[in-house]
């Protein structure tokens, strides 16, 4: 019998463990999906690759562009401040992780034209990696999404139908996707 009562405490308390630990992890997701909807109404992915595509006539192929273009005018941590200001990825688990980003060439010109950002999404580790181009016509076929079907495209932009993203413990551990924070095309 007391063997019984042990295991039944045993099992309450691993119970109510996994229960603060997912309120804790749904807290934390919701509070950065937040920052993530306030970042994007605020422009704040769009204003620095739009002052590059300003310059330059097509976006960057990849950040790193905008931060060797910074480098001929600031010191590494100023440029470290602009970065965490502009491109933190809120979900990722590692520090300091900037989004991901990836150009968006136009079918004819085979010009850079447009881009997407991602975020690592609800997992926190970045899920997709692409090598080859990414086209107007083709670039959502070429992602792994949350909610893929729930994007829809907004002359230049693309929106989510729901910005309210519902929190799935199941993608904690198993989704392999990350999720569009910011897409941007100039026709």
Do not use: C
Not at 48 to 74: A, Q, V
Not at 128 to 153: A, M, Q, R
Request: net charge neutral; hydrophobic share 35%.
């Amino acid at each position: 019998m007391k063997k019984l009562n042990k295991v039944i405490w045993l099992i309450l308390i691993i119970f109510f463990m996994g229960l603060f630990k997912f309120k804790d992890l749904k807290k934390s997701y919701l509070t950065d999906n937040n920052i993530i909807i306030e970042n994007r109404s605020k422009y704040r992915y769009l204003n620095p690759l739009n002052d590059y595509y300003e310059l330059f006539k097509e976006y960057p192929t990849e950040l790193d562009e905008i931060r060797t273009l910074l480098s001929e005018s600031f010191n590494d941590e100023e440029i470290r401040a602009f970065y965490r200001l502009h491109f933190l990825d809120f979900h990722s688990k590692e520090n300091d992780s900037v989004v991901i980003y990836y150009p968006i060439y136009d079918d004819l010109l085979k010009t850079r034209k447009g881009f997407v950002v991602l975020s690592r999404g609800i997992d926190g580790k970045r899920n997709n990696v692409i090598t080859d181009s990414l086209f107007k016509s083709s670039y959502l076929k070429s992602l792994e999404l949350y909610d893929k079907d729930s994007y829809f495209e907004t002359g230049d932009t693309i929106t989510l139908q729901n910005s309210k993203k519902k929190f799935d413990i199941f993608n904690i551990f198993f989704g392999n996707k990350d999720e569009i924070i910011r897409y941007h095309y100039n026709d």
